[in-house]
């Protein structure tokens, strides 16, 4: 309960004031009666109720203070209202992806913070594209968090010819989006490649991307210098080989530039994670609320209850008491 007139509370001093005065003022005032000899008259109900006029009246006086304050209860309701982002999720499953720069290994790794990218997308929808030699749609647009988090974890190297089709992947995650109604559509394009297989070249899945509104950011991973590949010997066992780590970065900052979005180096998991929240800052979803406040009136009861206590002193003082004026 809240008051609109809360200054009017201050009146409420009125009552202990009146108390005051009717203790030490009021009852030298009253007439008093001898008694015959010591003889002392039963204490009937009467003599119980003497006090309750006064108790009633001052009861009467602070219900009508705080129903001039204006007692109110304020029903607050919120509306929330979310315009999302649509975003895909390319990801590089080529067997260089394997490497062990990365902690177990770079498509580990990717997926791992992908999916904790994914837990923090309230709101919005999200699909995950996979490519090697070749692209394929893993998940489609849903809203689904877990549905998204469980198909990238599924992801697996040599699913498909290997090798690296970014104009593919591209295409791919930009056909997933053709027909999107969000006011915001993006790509989230991760390798550690050159483009070496495919028939859609990366610059013309970059203009159409650009000319469909939407926004590319492209990740390069991989450490600087050589990392160690996993390769199998002619015995059939598995032993890690140094190879240079070649991904080409001019490409995908001209894509990323082209369609007004940014590109990162992951040369690490934890710069991997960081590149993943950069882009989370930067892709905030719209939410609005607004709020409803409603007041409901409670001064009424509180005069109610101040004349009901008047016509209660009323009553015991004149009827019960049956008082001289």
Known sequence: MQFLNPYILIGIVIVPLLLLYHLFVGRRATLTVSALGSASAPRTLRYWLRPMPLV?????????????????????????????????????????MLARDFVPDRLTSAKKIASEFVGERS?????????????????????????????????????????????????TAINRLRESGAKSKVVVLLTDGV??????????????????????????????????YPAIDMFGNESMVMAEVEIDEALLRRIATLTGGEYFR??????????????????????????YTSYEEL????????????????????????RLP
């Open 266 to 291: 992951a040369v690490d998991d934890n710069a991997l994670a960081e590149i993943y929240e950069r882009i989370n800052t930067l892709e905030k979803s719209e939410v609005q609320v607004t709020n």
């Open 195 to 228: 483009n070496n297989r495919g028939q859609i070249s990366p610059a013309t899945a970059a203009e159409i991307a650009r000319d469909l509104g939407i926004k590319v950011y492209t990740i390069g991973v991989g450490s600087r210098g050589s990392a160690p």
């Open 123 to 171: 709101g919005d929808r999200l699909a995950v594209v996979a490519f090697a030699g070749e692209a394929f749609t893993q998940t489609p647009l849903t809203s689904d968090q877990a549905t998204v988090q469980t198909m990238l974890s599924r992801l697996r190297s040599g699913v498909v010819d290997d090798g690296t089709a970014i104009g593919n992947g591209l295409a």
């Open 56 to 96: 009633l009246r001052l009861l009467a006086i602070t219900a009508l203070i705080i129903a001039l304050a204006r007692p109110v209860n304020v029903h607050t309701e919120s509306e929330t209202t979310t315009e999302g982002i649509d975003i895909v999720l390319a990801m590089d499953i080529s067997g260089s």
């Open 299 to 322: 001064y009424m009861l509180w005069l109610v209850a101040a004349l009901l206590l008047l016509a209660g002193e009323f009553i015991i003082e004149r009827v019960v008491l049956n």
